[in-house]
């Protein structure tokens, strides 16, 4: 039988075959496929095109209907019919053809038939159903191809309801003795996981068996699903790290066999994915990263050849060692292989140097220094891709002292670029750095340049967040009139010249900025703006869009009798407009350019109210969408569902791709992008980075003979001095000509600089400029990091967000050593043990007792020694403990639990995080309709902690806070307590809690904490009769099903299993009868889920119903978990 086998794999080649003969691998030229292609390839025009091919369709569809047609003929009319469909004519008769062929035919016409159904239906088209059993079918055949065939199709498109269906058997296929059955079934569990993560969540050791299998091929399919799942959840597999590392290093060892290797590279594309596996395990985790020092240091060893594929091997090394715990070693090799790109003369290293070094410049903004002028010369570089990937870097290193240099340079890339995706790109970073940075003149001018340049393919985002930097200001008054002046006197230039080239985003910006802030200018009459405005409404190049912004800003403007008569003008020309909107706005022109006290009530001026309150959920309207649903209207879908259903579909889309531009930039909106007068007052604005004073030394970029010429207000005098330097705001890192000489004198055993060649000089100075305030530690860029200096003007404080605080580093976790069953596996593919890292010790924790009610009191301590061990950073219910050496060792919490909850169950206290002085530990205890989360601060300094601002939130909980007046200070020594209720809203295999909290000592500091429990605490019994729960079955609609583990193989299994459940998951058993039983729970609130177990064939068959939809999935996790525990 295998030589059969070997066989019918040697000619699978040849079996798509037209030719008569057999064997031929060549299109024949006489085949009626070639025929069509000769046909098409002959014609002169797309007319003819489509003439031909619906006659070539409407005769495969006559010979297709036709009885008399065998299946061969059947296989060829499916491939011609296949090439009209790839040039984009529909040929839908021919679906349920494509899916009898694949469940009738040989293997040949089967092999087409598969082929036909994935090129033509998608993973929701109605046909696909009738597929089920044939995939049933050939995966339980005996013939190798035919379960080849299976599992492809599978892992390619496959009902996402239809999974349950054939789920066991592809599991089944793990063990298959033929390792190319085995890498299918592992790529097709992939896709299973893409698509319905909860069903595929109960085998996930058996993805482990993948990992090791002794086939490097089914290895390799295993890391696309790992990637992924750790992509997700890094925590979860910090045990597999050694595993990982053992596999790399088998790889670099050249351990695979041969047939892996490219241009003699061992395997490149594995490396490449564990490399990026290793990067995401080891970040910010010291001790997971020291597993993978020895294994990254090899793989840079080894890939010094040169070729391509070693290029991307080595920067996938340098990108893992600069994400995870540094060690000085192996960044000092990193800095030399980014080196050795950056000074290549080949362009695609000199690229990928430039994209290393913007991808590491972060954690080492030295660096940069190190290659300062190659970045120079690469802004002249002939080839736009590097000079696109340096404004890259240079927009990374941005702050307080090089930023209008930066800007500068990235305005003239601009001006000399032609490619609109670029354009795009480039502006949305110069505006983001206008206005992180707003210097008065310089933020006018540089955004006016934005606007000009931008034109109107910039998002709209751009201007909207102009106009509401604008409105709300500064710190400052006087800085704020001083800003809106400048904008008014340069916009009112700006329409006094030509007006036909700017953009129609610009005229609206100009149109809002005159109308809202034309009076602060006392010399300039309100006439001689309506007259430059109506200017714009005159030209030909105006779009309707424009003119509602110019009549809005004239409705604002008309005051006074040449006012007013010019407003009547307008109005009366634009009443009759044939475009609402502007007939809309004409009147309005009309009447309140007539009615000053309207007027003034409707558009104020210079007021200090608060903004408008908004009701956005329109509630107002609920009467007539109540009326609406009742006569048969459609109910509303937000448009994330309707994006989710278009995207189901898989219908072809004719709207163009969005512009991708960066995050921060669509955090200003307008709430009505079609109307210039409502401005969104509630979205928020990129945040800007804390104020920190700048403490560090000086720069380590030492250029001899160079005189800082830069300053923050743009270009200094060559003739300034010493002491007149002194005064700029920003000090320089460089030292002047007189304190060059004042060391020449002080150090006279110093050589003496040699003359600079005037093009290098300037190439130096303009480093100067660019690499300001990189040298120290706390100079930080713009991507996150902190300035040297704080800014000159300031935005206006907001409410405190979850967001706004730094986020608290996350701790070391333990890496708990490999399983012997995951040694015993690997052994067969690697031929040295896996072995885990050594775990560091964790420091002592707060004692694990239960606390009060909310408020403070203070704490005793004792200096008797307790007894301290040493707990998993993990714990069984999910938390993860942020590991703090600086967390007191002796405290007890066991007396501050609030007196409601000391008779309820209650887990172990973990410690969330630590900053400073502040401690923060929770649990959580279970009541009968919600879970309460207990919150512990405790205040380990003498003094007093004010102004604690608590923020919880969830995806998939509802948090409600239990005190009527939060916690808000914490004496010195004293522990605060706050309590939450939590209820499920999403269900999920495990739900999280995110937080913040700030508070002031002697700063204001704030820090971010988690916490991660199972579905499990939030399960209650559901007390039912049977009756009760037979009507309940019959009316929901959502189910899995799912074959689970037996306790034991007696006649008392079924009980024995049930009990487990209802002990460890808090379910009701409702009633057993034989074989069978019904289970019923619920999870808090009101979210019921009923379960009908049966023994079967050794195992037990359980089938879960519920209303809610991702409840069974998650129960079903929790249930196989359960019973593979006990």
């Given amino acids: ?28 030229s006489t085949s009626k496929l070639g025929n069509l292609i000769r046909g098409i390839t002959e014609l002169t025009s797309k007319h003819e095109e489509e003439k031909l091919i619906q006659r070539e369709l409407t005769s495969i569809k006559e010979q297709m209907s036709s009885p008399s047609t065998s299946m061969r003929q059947m296989k060829e009319l499916m491939v011609r019919a296949i090439y009209c ?60 191809i035919e379960v080849c065939m299976a599992l492809t199709v599978v892992s390619q498109m496959f009902p996402k309801d ?47 068996k993948a990992l090791c299998d002794k086939d490097p091929g089914v290895m390799t399919a295993s890391l696309h699903i790992y990637l992924q799942m750790i992509q997700e959840n890094p925590e979860g597999y910090k045990d597999l790290t050694a595993s990982f590392v053992t596999i790399l290093k088998q790889v670099v060892g050249g351990k695979l066999p041969m047939d892996f290797n490219y241009h003699s590279v061992p395997a490149p594309w594995l490396q490449i994915q564990l490399l990026r596996i290793l990067s995401l395990l080891g970040k910010n985790d010291q001790s997971t990263s020291e597993i993978m020092y020895d294994v990254l240091d090899e793989s840079l060893r080894r890939a010094e ?37 950056v000074l290549s003369q080949k362009i695609n290293l000199k690229y990928l140097g430039l994209k290393a070094l913007t991808y590491v ?17 690469c802004l002249d570089h002939p080839d736009l891709i590097i000079k696109r990937e340096t404004l890259e870097l240079l927009f990374r290193i941005t702050n307080a002292q090089n930023v209008t240099v930066i800007v500068e340079k990235m305005l003239e890339f601009l001006q000399l670029n032609e490619d609109d995706y670029t354009t795009t790109d480039l502006v949305g970073k110069v505006a983001e750095l206008a206005e992180k940075y707003p210097y008065n003149e310089w933020f006018i001018e540089t955004m006016n340049t934005v606007f000009s340049v931008g034109g109107d393919m910039m998002q709209p985002d751009i201007p909207n967040g102009f ?36 953009p129609q985003r610009f005229l609206q910006v100009i149109s809002w900025v005159l109308g809202e802030y034309a009076h602060l200018r006392t010399d300039l009459e309100p006439a001689t703006v309506l007259r430059l405005l109506s200017k714009l409404l005159d030209s030909k190049n105006t779009s309707s869009e424009t003119k509602s912004w110019v009549l809005i800003a004239m409705t604002k403007l008309c005051d006074g009798r040449t006012g007013i008569s010019a407003a009547q003008e307008v109005s009366e020309t634009y009443s009759s407009s044939l475009d609402t909107v502007l007939r809309q706005r004409a009147q309005e022109l009309q009447h309140l350019s007539q009615d000053s006290e309207l007027r003034d009530r409707v558009l104020p001026r210079d007021t200090g109210l608060e903004p408008p309150e908004v009701d956005s959920s329109l509630s107002f309207l609920d009467g007539f969408v109540s009326e609406a649903l ?15 259903e278009l995207a189901q579909a898989k219908t072809l889309s004719l709207e163009p791709y969005s512009l991708s531009l960066p995050i921060s930039m669509s955090s200003c909106s307008i709430t009505d992008r079609q109307s210039p007068t409502l401005l969104s007052i509630s979205s928020g604005l990129s945040g800007d980075s804390m104020d920190l004073s700048h403490k560090g030394g000086s720069t380590t970029l030492k250029l001899d003979g160079v005189k800082r010429v830069w300053g923050r207000d743009g270009y200094l005098a060559q003739r300034e001095s010493v002491e007149e330097a002194a005064k700029v705001e920003v000090p320089s890192p460089l030292h002047s000509a007189s304190e060059q000489g004042e060391a020449e004198g002080a150090h006279s055993q110093n050589p003496t600089p040699t003359p600079t060649p005037e093009p290098e000089q300037e190439k130096q100075q303009l480093a100067s400029s660019l690499f300001v305030g990189l040298g120290s530690q706390s100079s930080v860029c713009l991507m996150g990091k902190a300035e040297p200096n704080p800014q000159r003007f300031r935005r206006k404080a907001k409410s405190p967000s979850l967001s706004s605080g730094p986020s608290e580093p996350t701790s070391n976790s333990i890496i708990s050593s490999p399983s012997t069953v995951d040694n015993l596996l690997c052994n067969n593919l690697l031929d040295s043990n896996i072995t885990s890292g050594a775990s560091q010790d964790p420091p002592p924790e707060l004692s694990q007792d239960l606390s009060t009610a909310n408020g403070t009191c203070d704490v005793e301590f004792t200096d008797r020694d307790e007894e301290e061990r040493e707990p998993s950073l993990i714990k069984d219910n999910g938390v993860i403990a942020h590991e703090d050496k600086d967390r007191p060792k002796d405290l007890c919490l066991s007396s501050h639990l609030p007196a409601e909850l000391s008779g309820c169950s209650c887990s172990e206290i973990i410690p969330l995080c630590s900053h400073q002085s502040l401690h923060l530990s929770a649990c959580h205890v279970q009541r009968d309709e919600f879970l309460v989360l207990v919150v512990f601060i405790y205040n380990s300094s003498d003094s007093d902690v004010q102004q604690i601002l608590l923020e919880l939130e969830s995806d998939q909980l509802q948090v409600s806070c239990v005190c009527e007046s939060p916690v808000q200070e914490v004496s010195g020594d004293s522990v605060a307590v706050c309590q939450y209720t939590l209820t499920v809203r999403r269900p999920s295999v495990h739900v999280e809690v995110a937080g913040v909290v700030s508070y002031t000592s002697q700063t204001t500091e704030s820090t971010q904490f988690s916490y991660k429990l199972p579905l499990t605490s939030f399960i209650r019994p559901l007390t039912v009769s049977t009756e009760e729960y037979g ?40 009633e057993i009868i034989g074989m069978e039983g019904i289970v019923a729970c619920r999870v808090l609130q009101d979210q019921p889920c009923l379960m009908h177990c049966r023994v079967h064939a050794g195992s037990l068959a359980v089938w879960l119903r519920s209303p809610v939809p991702d409840l069974p999935d998650c129960l079903i996790y929790h249930c196989q978990r359960a019973l593979q525990e006990h």
């Fill in 1 to 28: 039988m295998s030589d059969v086998v070997e066989k019918t794999l040697t000619a699978l080649p040849s079996l798509l075959s037209l030719d008569s003969q057999p064997g031929s691998a060549k299109l024949s």
């Fill in 85 to 144: 469909e790839m040039l984009g004519y529909e040929a839908s008769f021919t679906y349920i053809h494509a899916i009898k062929l694949a469940q009738q035919g040989t293997a040949l016409e089967k092999r087409v038939g598969y082929l036909a159904v994935s090129l033509f239906l998608n993973e929701s088209h109605e046909l696909l159903l009738l597929l089920v059993n044939t995939v049933l079918k050939d995966l339980q055949s005996t013939n190798l």
């Fill in 162 to 208: 239809m999974i349950p269906a054939i789920l066991p058997l592809v599991e089944e296929k793990l063990n298959h003795p033929k390792e190319i059955i085995r890498r299918k079934a592992v790529l097709a569990l992939y896709k299973f996981y893409q698509i319905a993560p909860n069903q595929v969540q109960h085998i996930h050791n058996k993805f482990r």
């Fill in 305 to 341: 050849m040169n070729h391509n594929i070693t290029y991307a091997i080595l920067y996938e090394c340098v990108k893992c060692i600069y994400t995870i715990h540094p060690k000085s070693e192996l960044l000092e090799k990193a800095a030399k292989c980014i080196g050795n790109f």
């Fill in 361 to 377: 410049v972060q954690q080492d903004p030295k660096l940069a220094l190190q290659h300062q002028m190659t970045i120079i010369e």
């Fill in 467 to 502: 106009l509401k930097l604008l409105s709300e200001g500064f710190d400052s008054v006087e800085e704020d009139r001083k800003l809106r002046q400048f904008a008014v006197d340069s916009y009112i230039s700006l329409l006094q010249g030509e007006t036909g080239k700017l």
């Fill in 630 to 644: 009742a006569a048969g209207a459609a109910p509303y879908k937000p448009p994330h569902q309707r994006q989710e």
């Fill in 1031 to 1070: 009507t309940m079955w019959l009316a929901f609609s959502n189910d899995t099903k799912q074959n689970l583990t037996l306790i034991s193989e007696d006649q008392e299994s079924l009980t024995a299993s049930l009990n487990v459940l209802k002990r460890k998951l808090q379910l009701h058993v409702v």
